[in-house]
T-cell receptor, first 114, second 115 residues
Framework: ETGVTQSPTHLIKTRGQQVTLRCSSQ?????VSWYQQALGQGPQFIFQ???????GRGNFPPRFSGLQFPNYSSELNVNALELDDSALYLC?????????????FGPGTRLTVL | AQKVTQAQTEISVVEKEDVTLDCVYE???????LFWYKQPPSGELVFLIR??????QNEISGRYSWNFQKSTSSFNFTITASQVVDSAVYFC????????????FGKGTRLSVIA
C-alpha cells in the first residue's frame, strides 16, 4: 500500500504566475483535502474533494481551485500568485467509512513566490 | 466555530528533562476528535495520537503521554526524558463528524531539546 505523495517537492514562482501542485492519494482513498501552512503557522484548510466534486472550502479566494481525477489523484491550482501564497502545501487523503476517517498527509510542496 | 490554542510558541529544554505542551480547544460539538502531530524540519506531518470526546482516559505510549480533560477543554502532551530527536514543531488539532470535516490546527509549539 503506497502512501500519499506530492509533487513537486519545491517550487519557485514569481508574482502573477500560475502554479499547479499534485497529490496522489493513498490506495483506496476517495477523499482529498488540501491545506496551506504559512511560515510559523498551523496548516489551514483550503478545500476538500470527494469523488471528483468539491466537498467543502475554507476561507480562500477563488483563485485557489482544484480538481480530483477518476483515480482520486488531485491538483491544486493557484492563479495570479501573490507573495503571501508562499507556504508549504499539504494534501491529505482519507476514505469515509463506518468509523473515523483518518487523514493521511503527504510530505508537502514548498512554494516560494518572489 | 472551532478553535485550537497552543499558547507556547517555543520551548527549549535540556535533554532528559520532561516537557509538557499545552493545548486548549473550543467547539460546540459534543462529538469531536483531538490530535497531536509532530512536524520535523522535513515538513511532513507525523501523526502521534487521536482521541475522541467520549474517551477521557489518559494515554501513555513509551515516553509520550496525553492528558485529556473535558472540564478544562485541554489536551496536553508530555514528553518524558526528552531527547534531541524530539526537537520539532508539535501541532494540536481538532475535527468533528467522524473525521469528515477539516482539521483545525493550532499554531504549533516549537520544541528544542538541547544536548
Amino acid at each position: 500500500e503506497t502512501g500519499v505523495t506530492q509533487s513537486p517537492t519545491h517550487l519557485i514562482k514569481t508574482r502573477g504566475q500560475q502554479v499547479t501542485l499534485r497529490c496522489s492519494s493513498q490506495s483506496g482513498h476517495n477523499t482529498v483535502s488540501w491545506y496551506q501552512q504559512a511560515l510559523g503557522q498551523g496548516p489551514q484548510f483550503i478545500f476538500q474533494y470527494y469523488r471528483e466534486e468539491e466537498n467543502g472550502r475554507g476561507n480562500f479566494p477563488p483563485r485557489f481551485s482544484g480538481l480530483q481525477f477518476p483515480n482520486y489523484s488531485s491538483e491544486l491550482n493557484v492563479n495570479a500568485l501573490e507573495l503571501d501564497d508562499s507556504a508549504l502545501y499539504l494534501c491529505a487523503s482519507s476514505f469515509p467509512g463506518l468509523d473515523y476517517n483518518e487523514q493521511f498527509f503527504g510530505p508537502g510542496t514548498r512554494l516560494t513566490v518572489l | 466555530a472551532q478553535k485550537v490554542t497552543q499558547a507556547q510558541t517555543e520551548i527549549s529544554v535540556v535533554e532528559k528533562e520532561d516537557v509538557t505542551l499545552d493545548c486548549v480547544y473550543e467547539t460546540r460539538d459534543t462529538t469531536y476528535y483531538l490530535f497531536w502531530y509532530k512536524q520535523p524540519p522535513s515538513g511532513e506531518l507525523v501523526f502521534l495520537i487521536r482521541r475522541n470526546s467520549f474517551d477521557e482516559q489518559n494515554e501513555i505510549s513509551g515516553r509520550y503521554s496525553w492528558n485529556f480533560q473535558k472540564s478544562t477543554s485541554s489536551f496536553n502532551f508530555t514528553i518524558t526524558a526528552s531527547q534531541v530527536v524530539d526537537s520539532a514543531v508539535y501541532f494540536c488539532a481538532l475535527n468533528t463528524n467522524s473525521g469528515n470535516t477539516p482539521l483545525v490546527f493550532g499554531k504549533g509549539t516549537r520544541l528544542s531539546v538541547i544536548a
